[in-house]
């Protein structure tokens, strides 16, 4: 896996590129705790390139979430591949997280 992050001026997409599973996901967890602990809330999750999601990746983008919530920040998912949406929808999480079809619509939010 290899994140990509670029700061926007209303907020910082991170690309996921490749595989988010258990030999990985700590690298995303990592980079999401720092950037809460910066106060850097409003977040972009870039998935269109995101080959595979495991339990490990969902649960670190949960707890990301309900940690940007907390602190009255945004974090937004966009551009899942089928695969990944279907995913999503078997565990329930397309009711719990905001995604967007296309990165250029999530950013709107903010």
Known sequence: ??????????????????????T??????????????NQQDRIVVECSKMDYVSSSG????????KKIT????KFVLCGLQD???????ISGFTNIFEIHPAQEEAI???
């Open 70 to 73: 907390l602190s009255k920040g």
């Open 1 to 22: 896996m290899e994140i990509i992050e670029k700061k926007m001026d209303s907020c910082t997409v991170l690309s996921i590129i490749g595989r988010l599973d258990t």
């Open 24 to 37: 990985n996901y700590s690298i995303l967890e990592k980079k999401l705790m720092e950037m809460i602990a």
């Open 83 to 89: 695969n990944i949406r279907e995913i999503f929808e």
């Open 108 to 110: 709107k939010v903010f």
């Open 58 to 65: 969902l649960r670190i983008l949960l707890m990301a979430l």
